[in-house]
T-cell receptor
Framework: DTGVSQDPRHKITKRGQNVTFRCDPI?????LYWYRQTLGQGPEFLTY????????KSRLLSDRFSAERPKGSFSTLEIQRTEQGDSAMYLC?????????????FGDGTRLSIL | TQLLEQSPQFLSIQEGENLTVYCNSS?????LQWYRQEPGEGPVLLVT?????EVKKLKRLTFQFGDARKDSSLHITAAQPGDTGLYLC????????????FGAGTQVVVTP
């Protein structure tokens, strides 16, 4: 069990640029979540996948945000035309199944800084 | 407005003291999870509670889920410096299959 892996750990970019983050979940975990966390706040739900299907998206996920999980394994989160307000920690989590009893295993996040 | 309100926001205590943090909502949850997060790392799951009135113990940590499944508490006995961290509660509402809502967290600092 190698844990949830996120890449890169840090990303610094200029406003207006596009960025893409990758998440590799724990092997055979069929649920994958994306969250955003800003300083002093808890993680905010962005979206989640059941295998390759994206089942729910937050209203926070504007048109500039898109997430994919093409083969039900790794996932990518892309932000287009980044804005200052996008600066945050982006967290990925995976869980082994459905239901509220299932533990979410979090990666250590990608910290995005917009100049 | 957060669905889950955590209190207090910050708690600083001496080693050996007890502490309680709270997680409250007007919504009913089918399950509620508690996590601890340290700087630069992702949250780590401590416990999941699903039954109203449920009490779970994890060494010096005691978790309680309210009878109406709208609130929860975490009590730490004889706190140690290693208990320092951001404690987060996350709830799954009864109308959702997978969208967990997190509170803003309680930052706990335990000094030797």
């Amino acid at each position: 069990d190698t844990g949830v892996s996120q890449d890169p750990r840090h990303k610094i970019t200029k406003r207006g640029q596009n960025v893409t983050f990758r998440c590799d979940p724990i092997s055979e975990h069929n649920r994958l979540y994306w969250y955003r966390q800003t300083l002093g706040q808890g993680p905010e739900f962005l979206t989640y996948f059941q295998n390759e299907a994206q089942l729910e998206k937050s209203r926070l996920l504007s048109d500039r945000f898109s997430a994919e999980r093409p083969k039900g394994s790794f996932s990518t989160l892309e932000i287009q035309r980044t804005e200052q307000g996008d600066s945050a920690m982006y967290l990925c989590a995976s869980s082994p199944g459905t239901g509220g009893r299932q533990p979410q295993h979090f990666g250590d996040g990608t910290r995005l800084s917009i100049l | 407005t957060q669905l889950l309100e955590q209190s207090p926001q910050f708690l600083s205590i001496q080693e050996g003291e007890n502490l309680t943090v709270y997680c409250n909502s007007s919504s009913v949850f089918s399950s509620l999870q508690w996590y601890r997060q340290e700087p630069g790392e992702g949250p780590v799951l401590l416990v999941t509670v699903v039954t109203g009135g449920e009490v779970k113990k994890l060494k010096r940590l005691t978790f309680q889920f309210g009878d109406a499944r709208k609130d929860s508490s975490l009590h730490i006995t004889a706190a140690q410096p290693g208990d320092t961290g951001l404690y987060l509660c996350a709830g799954l509402t009864t109308d959702s299959w997978g969208k967990f809502q997190f509170g803003a967290g309680t930052q706990v600092v335990v000094t030797p």
